[in-house]
């Protein structure tokens, strides 16, 4: 399973789109109200609204409330029990300071 992200901030919102794809199985059977995670500032955040996946190939927004970006954050996607959780970090500038989240 495979799973990309795109983060977009729009005011005090984080909203994750993400696309997924697998060739076993259906990804109906993730629940992405308890799969993902946004951890920001110290605090593990649940999301405040979530779409469902179906099928093999699919796109679904997940949506989390923080009032001010931070400087970084990780998102975690527990899709399987059995394994461990994807771990996806962001951060808000380059390496030459440059803002890089809208």
Partial sequence: MAFE?????DRGR???????NTHS?????IDLWRAVRVIARGDTLAPVGAEPLA?????ARVSFLIPDAPADF????QDDSTRAA???????RDSEGR????
């Fill in 14 to 20: 984080l909203e994750l789109r993400l696309s997924a």
């Fill in 86 to 92: 994807r771990v996806l970090r962001w951060r808000d």
């Fill in 25 to 29: 199985g259906d990804l109906a059977t």
């Fill in 5 to 9: 992200v795109a983060p977009v901030w």
């Fill in 74 to 77: 990780t998102v975690l996607i």
């Fill in 99 to 102: 803002r890089v989240l809208p």
């Fill in 55 to 59: 099928g093999h190939h699919a796109q």
